[in-house]
């Protein structure tokens, strides 16, 4: 007779904080090999778009500048908080991308938990692990930018609303839960789309008596107040301007909403989507359309003006646009402005290996088949379920970016888990028309999300671009830019602005005659392109094809005719010919469009003198002084001039005061010795 089998008790599971632990170490470890396998690519050192703006503010912030001047462009919070990582550790890359692995960690910790609290302790840790895995998390926790903060908040806000799911808000939490919101839209300002729904839940849950649910909400305001009162206030005191957050409303809403746009980022000017660029032109823009000095309420109002006509004018069209947007919102493609993880793939195994599995074309179905496995449990979940509706629906109304879209990746994770874990007793439990409303609807949302499409090309094509201007504003890694602009033409061979750059930078190498071709390919994709006629124009004067470099400036002035820059080089190049009258007249109109530029002044001066005003050229001289009296150039061109005018003591003057500038400057010398010795000979001096 056989003994009975022992049967060993299965041991108790881990308690949570230990499993939080784990998935915390798991997320840490992950995003420290991403950046190691990063730290010889050129893309770990590169700061383009919006990252070279938030780390040239950050450095101002350390370096002493807290206040700052004007009314805030972008939304101040993620500035600031690497501002004070500058400040503390200094401003290595490596460091502020450690910290902010950190806090990536533990917004995979703060989802887990939330996961826990609202469904179920394998949810959480479903949730915990997919975040910790979710390449594009990994990807935008390494990058100068703000997604890894905006993730963090947002999952401070999810865990308060986790552990309030079903029962009634109190005052501390709402005021928590405040705090956080506020702290989100000074991060990402369309996140203020979550406050009304939040509010809205609190006078919905239950309560004892009506000051029940009003104490809450009165502390959910003041959270949010106190968070976004004092940036307010700031942007009155400093800027003028009363504004929540950033005043850069207007121009976002325009790119996103006009007779152009396809859903994809669009500059207001070609070839300046750069945010040196941006605030620059829409302020240019909407100033010259308006004829007068704008404020940037009154330049963001303008903005949104010429949207909304767009949008009344052109409903149809409009509506069209939003259906686009809505698709990018939803695809699996991972949009990409100056960095995206397709082209970091190629450096980073962790990408590489994660990519194909963890991406949003999964986890989209994967919450979708969260939403059916928990829709009994509907009414405790509102918040959630409005939440992921408004914020992709804030989304739309601009442009897509993925890390735009990103904060939802914190409501899919959630809803994930919860499909992850809980799919298996909904379809043993469920009805079998709704087991079959399920498999079709999730099935027709991984389809969706996942069309082929030419997105993450386009995308790996951007990213490649990007990489190549980086490295050609290095001059020494001038080929390895051209390698890349290469690279991206292989993939998007009709990009004008890649054909642009590469013809930029053959130029710098001194390959004219391909930079030449690149620049007329350019042009013929997109002819309206003013730089390319202009740069062109530059290749064809450097060969001697004088007459043809004056056409193609022409070309460069009649698709930019507010450009001072392409009527001076064609002025130049007029007054190179003999063709000194049109040369006047042009260097007259860029000096209307631009007074204050010293160079402008010098040269409309040497052509006046060429034309016979001298008196005229002696004043033009005299305000290019007022504007740069350092430029010995001037200096001397006055000094010759005053010769002419037969003003002798005057013309030394201006020679000496040119050659004390630039002891090198023969010319001047020359003229110096030259008119010391005509001096002396008046004088009759030996």
Not at 198 to 224: D, I, N
Not at 236 to 241: A, L, P
Not at 513 to 527: D, F, G, I, N
């Amino acid at each position: 007779m056989r003994a009975p089998r022992r049967i060993t008790p299965s041991p108790p599971p881990a308690s949570f904080p230990v499993v939080l632990l784990g998935i915390f170490a798991l997320a840490l470890v992950v995003r420290v090999i991403h950046l190691w396998q990063l730290r010889n690519a050129p893309v770990f050192d590169m700061r383009l778009g919006d990252s070279a703006i938030f780390d040239a503010w950050a450095r101002q912030l350390a370096g002493g500048d807290w206040v700052g001047d004007g009314v805030f462009w972008y939304a101040p919070l993620y500035p600031y908080f690497l501002g004070v990582i500058y400040a503390v550790f200094g401003d290595d890359g490596w460091l502020a991308r450690l910290v902010q692995s950190v806090i990536g960690a533990a917004s995979c910790v703060l989802l887990a938990d939330a996961a826990r609290r609202a469904f179920s302790r394998s949810a959480g840790i479903a949730a915990g692990l997919v975040l910790a895995l979710y390449a594009p998390a990994v990807f935008y926790d390494g990058l100068i930018q703000k997604p890894v903060l905006v993730l963090f908040l947002l999952s401070v806000v999810l865990w308060i609303v986790a552990d309030r799911i079903d029962g009634p808000v109190t005052s501390l939490p709402a005021l928590s839960l405040g705090a956080a919101v506020g702290l989100l839209v000074l991060t990402r300002e369309n996140t203020l789309a979550f406050a009304p729904v939040l509010l809205a839940w609190m006078l919905l849950t239950r309560a004892p008596h009506r000051s029940g649910r009003a104490l809450p909400v009165m502390a959910f305001v003041l959270g949010l107040a106190v968070v976004l009162a004092p940036v307010a206030a700031r942007n009155k005191i400093v800027g003028g301007e009363l504004h929540l957050t950033a005043a850069n409303f207007g121009d976002n809403f325009y790119k996103g909403n006009n007779e152009h746009a396809d859903g994809w980022y669009m500059p207001l000017v070609a070839l300046r989507g750069s945010p040196e660029f941006e605030r620059r032109d829409a302020v240019e823009i909407a100033e010259r359309e308006t004829g007068r000095e704008l404020t940037p309420a009154e330049v963001s109002r303008y903005w949104t003006g010429r949207a909304l006509e767009y949008i009344r004018s052109s409903p149809t069209d409009w509506l069209r646009l939003m259906a686009q947007k809505s698709l990018l919102v939803w695809h699996a493609a991972e949009l990409g402005d100056t960095e995206d993880p397709y082209t970091y793939a190629m450096w980073s195994a962790v990408l590489w290996v994660t990519l194909p599995v963890f991406h949003f074309g999964v986890l989209a179905p994967c919450a979708l088949l969260g939403i059916w496995v928990t829709w009994d449990r509907r009414r405790s979940l509102l918040p959630l379920y409005l939440m992921l509706a408004v914020y992709p629906a804030s989304v739309v109304v601009f442009y897509i970016f993925g890390r735009y879209r990103y904060p939802v990746v914190a409501l899919l994770v959630l809803f994930a888990a919860a499909g992850l874990t809980g799919a298996r007793k909904y379809f043993r439990e469920a009805r079998p028309a709704a087991r079959f409303a399920c498999v079709v609807t999730v099935a027709l949302a991984l389809t969706v999300a996942n069309w082929p499409t030419d997105a993450k090309t386009r995308v790996r094509a951007a990213g490649l671009y990007n990489i190549g201007v980086w490295l050609s504003r290095q001059p020494e890694h001038n080929a390895e830019a051209i390698e890349y602009y290469e690279s991206s033409l292989a993939l998007r061979p009709e990009s004008a602005r890649t054909l642009y750059n590469l013809g930029n930078a053959l130029k710098r190498q001194g390959d004219l005659e391909r930079a030449e071709a690149r620049y007329r390919e350019a042009l013929r994709h997109e002819p309206g392109l003013p730089e390319a006629h202009n740069n062109l124009a530059r290749c064809l004067e450097s060969r001697g094809a004088g007459l043809d470099a004056i056409a193609s400036y022409r070309r460069a002035v009649a698709t930019a005719p507010s450009s001072w820059l392409y009527r001076s080089n064609l002025a130049l190049a007029l007054a190179r010919g003999g063709e000194l009258e049109e040369a006047e007249a042009l260097l007259r109109e860029a000096v209307r469009l631009r007074p204050d530029h010293a160079e402008l002044l010098f040269n409309l001066g040497n052509v006046l003198l060429r034309n016979g005003l001298p008196d005229e050229a002696a004043s033009t001289f005299l305000r290019a002084l007022a504007l740069d009296p350092g430029d010995a150039r001037i200096h001397n061109n006055l000094g010759h001039l005053l010769l002419t005018l037969d003003d002798l003591d005057a013309a030394i003057r201006s020679f000496s005061e040119a050659v004390r500038l630039d002891p090198a400057y023969g010319i001047a010398r020359r003229n110096l010795d030259a008119a010391r010795a005509e001096r002396d000979r008046r004088r009759g001096t030996p």
